[in-house]
């Protein structure tokens, strides 16, 4: 079903920004939330920001007053916009959808969706 396809990341230097964008190639029945999560090898995959249907937005300590989340409702589709990046930020991003998962029998939640991830590398 909906599959989540990133964008945007890329190789900045300490304090610069950048902006990743999350699009479903099809609409995610009964999508509940959207949000990004990163991850750095031989360590757990971390929630960076999440984003329901309703607005509520729920970040990470790390992160709060430099990120922000946000979605087209009507295209379910995200943004995180990432500003004053450290090098502690450099990971692989992970666009993540809540929602349903349908068949002809019907659906069951909630299923969590995933991109292929991006890469993002802060460093001078």
């Known amino acids: 079903q909906g599959q989540l396809v990133e964008s945007g990341g890329g190789l900045v230097q300490p304090g610069g920004s950048l902006r990743l964008a999350c699009a479903a190639s099809?609409?995610?029945?009964?999508?509940?939330?959207m949000g990004w999560y990163r991850q750095v090898p031989g360590k757990e995959r971390e929630l960076v920001a999440k984003?329901?249907?309703?607005?509520?937005?729920n970040y990470a300590d790390s992160v709060k007053g430099r990120f922000t989340i946000s979605r087209d409702n009507a295209n379910n589709t995200s943004y995180l916009q990432m500003n004053s990046l450290k090098a502690s930020d450099t990971a692989v991003y992970y666009c993540?959808?809540?929602?349903?998962?349908?068949?002809?029998?019907?659906?069951?939640?909630?299923?969590?969706?995933w991109g292929q991830g991006t890469q993002v590398t802060v460093t001078s």
């Open positions: 984003i329901t249907n309703g607005g509520a937005t």
């Open positions: 099809t609409s995610i029945p009964g999508l509940a939330s």
């Open positions: 993540n959808a809540v929602g349903s998962y349908c068949t002809a029998y019907g659906c069951r939640g909630p299923h969590d969706y």
